[in-house]
T-cell receptor, first 111, second 116 residues
Framework: GQQLNQSPQSMFIQEGEDVSMNCTSS?????WLWYKQEPGEGPVLLIA?????ELTSNGRLTAQFGITRKDSFLNISASIPSDVGIYFC???????????FGGGTRLMVKP | GAGVSQSPSNKVTEKGKDVELRCDPI?????LYWYRQSLGQGLEFLIY????????KSGLPSDRFSAERTGGSVSTLTIQRTQQEDSAVYLC??????????????FGPGTRLTVT
């Protein structure tokens, strides 16, 4: 099946730093989604992207749908301790199949 | 409530026993999904329901796993003769059937299953 490669697997940063993580695929995706999962909770949808090149912000979060349609990135500006969690990318391929999830990026923020 | 709800939140069972996990999707969402997440890992797709269509069971790991969705709403995931490797968090998600929202899955808090 489809696979999404998400990197980095984990990040340990200082509060106030900006964060960038990305997701790549070997095939074209039509939709990219980014989720955040906090300990003991289910993933929460952060941003949905539907057009190649689309750049969408949600507060301090910005995500982009890569122009090649094979990648997406998520940036978090001025990180704060509550940004801690696992961030998952997810995508829908050209055949309109169900969401494929990346392996997640575990973010840790040092106050 | 407005979100996806799951029960129980935690379940501890002895090896060999059967368990049932319940999911209440968001009202109006006709698509429902079950995933399994082992500790510190990503999401493993289990099964997908869409309206009255036959479910997509392609992700079920063995015939000990089954799921039902009654009346197009509530779903129950059943694991028979549980094994220790079944220990994980079981997540349910729902989404709209059509339109761009069809791909936006909304997750419940999960049921943490521990098999001793």
């Amino acid at each position: 099946g489809q696979q999404l490669n998400q990197s980095p697997q984990s990040m340990f940063i200082q509060e106030g730093e900006d964060v960038s993580m990305n997701c790549t695929s070997s095939s074209i995706f039509n939709t990219w989604l980014w989720y955040k999962q906090e300990p003991g909770e289910g993933p929460v949808l952060l941003i949905a992207l539907y057009k190649a090149g689309e750049l969408t912000s949600n507060g301090r979060l910005t995500a982009q749908f890569g122009i090649t349609r094979k990648d997406s990135f998520l940036n978090i500006s001025a990180s704060i301790p509550s940004d801690v969690g696992i961030y998952f990318c997810a995508g829908v391929d050209n055949a309109g199949n169900m969401l494929t999830f990346g392996g997640g990026t575990r973010l840790m923020v040092k106050p | 409530g407005a979100g996806v709800s799951q029960s129980p939140s935690n379940k501890v069972t002895e090896k060999g026993k059967d368990v049932e996990l319940r999911c209440d999707p968001i009202s109006g969402h006709t698509a429902l999904y079950w995933y399994r997440q082992s500790l510190g890992q990503g999401l493993e797709f289990l099964i997908y329901f869409q309206g009255n269509s036959a479910p997509d069971k392609s992700g079920l790991p063995s015939d000990r796993f089954s799921a039902e969705r009654t009346g197009g709403s509530v779903s129950t995931l059943t694991i028979q003769r549980t094994q220790q490797e079944d220990s994980a968090v079981y997540l349910c998600a729902s989404s709209l059937a059509l339109g761009t929202g069809a791909y936006e899955q909304y997750f419940g808090p999960g049921t943490r299953l521990t098999v001793t």
